[in-house]
């Protein structure tokens, strides 16, 4: 696997940049923009030719806002919310940033199949407007609140929905698996898990999100530890980041702290020996 962080941008994204190629990571996430905010200004000139001459030699992720809902029944969010995504698209293709992260929206349960089509429609429509830009990667959810796509089936079967060639990919969180109900808290079990997702996502890029959980599996419960202080464990999430299939694949870590935090926690999982 590509390991790396998620990266603050504090300071601009050239300064980010900067700082995550002083890290020697392979991979690195970061918000383009305020995460829960649905509009922002465009990104100064001098800062995108800084990241752009910073940033080579990382596979970047971008991660989209919190507030975009592409399933959201509601005229109002519906339209923030496209033009949110779309604004994404052009900092990410200003950037050079080739692959970004969306969660995939929620809907109330009477209105969950509805949820599905207009999460379908948005998504493909803006990735047909936008040619030149990244591949969506839409990340599972631990199922709370009627967020889609805890079910990794019905991840899959959004993406096939969409059906825009080579530009949608699937994000796997492995604390919202473990919070959806997925088992994760042996290496066994997460082989097992690995094996399931080579097997679902296939021929689909694929990214992962390896973050511990401090929530009880199956509570529908999002929260991030650090690899070894949570549910999921050192071990399982060590396995998952060797497994061979996902070799190519980026693997960032959102774990709490910072930067410093997060670079720390990574060496500690890629220094386990879990077999």
Same mark, same amino acid.
């Given at each position: 696997? =590509? ?6 941008? @504090? ?16 991979? @690195? ?27 080579g030699g990382v596979l970047w992720l971008a991660h989209c806002s919190y507030l975009i809902n592409p399933a959201s029944g509601k005229p109002e969010i519906s339209e923030r919310s496209r033009a949110s995504l779309r604004a994404e698209f052009d900092r990410c293709f200003s950037l050079g940033i080739g692959r970004c992260v969306l969660h995939p929206g929620s809907a109330p349960g009477p209105d969950r199949k509805g949820g599905v089509r207009r999460a379908v429609e948005m998504v493909g429509s803006l990735l047909e407007e936008s040619p030149d830009g990244?591949? =969506?990667? $839409? ?8 967020? =889609? ?5 019905? =991840? ?18 492995? @604390? ?31 990214? +992962? ?33 060797? +497994? ?18 997060? $670079?720390?926690? $990574?060496?500690? $999982?890629?220094? +386990?020996?879990?077999?």
């Amino acid at each position: 696997m =590509l390991t790396g962080i998620h990266a603050s941008a @504090a300071g601009g994204m050239g300064a980010c940049a900067a700082r995550v190629a002083a890290m020697g990571i392979r991979a @690195a996430q970061v918000f383009t923009a305020n995460p829960r905010r649905h509009t922002s200004g465009v990104l100064p000139e001098g800062d995108v030719k800084s990241f752009r001459e910073r940033s080579g030699g990382v596979l970047w992720l971008a991660h989209c806002s919190y507030l975009i809902n592409p399933a959201s029944g509601k005229p109002e969010i519906s339209e923030r919310s496209r033009a949110s995504l779309r604004a994404e698209f052009d900092r990410c293709f200003s950037l050079g940033i080739g692959r970004c992260v969306l969660h995939p929206g929620s809907a109330p349960g009477p209105d969950r199949k509805g949820g599905v089509r207009r999460a379908v429609e948005m998504v493909g429509s803006l990735l047909e407007e936008s040619p030149d830009g990244p591949v =969506l990667l $839409l990340e599972n959810t631990s199922g709370a609140g009627g967020n =889609l796509c805890g079910d990794l089936e019905e =991840l899959r079967g959004i993406l096939d929905m969409i059906a825009v060639p080579g530009r949608v990919g699937a994000c796997l969180d492995t @604390a919202h698996a473990h919070g959806y109900g997925y088992l994760l808290d042996t290496p066994d079990h997460a082989l097992a898990f690995c094996r399931a997702v080579a097997g679902l996502f296939a021929g689909y890029p694929i990214a +992962f999100h390896l973050n511990d959980s401090g929530a009880e599996r199956g509570s529908r419960s999002d929260r991030h530890r650090a690899p070894g202080c949570g549910a999921v464990g050192m071990a399982s999430l060590a396995a998952v980041e060797s +497994f061979a299939a996902f070799s190519g694949s980026p693997g960032v870590l959102e774990t709490p702290g910072d930067d410093s935090d997060r $670079l720390s926690d $990574l060496r500690r $999982l890629l220094g +386990f020996r879990w077999n």
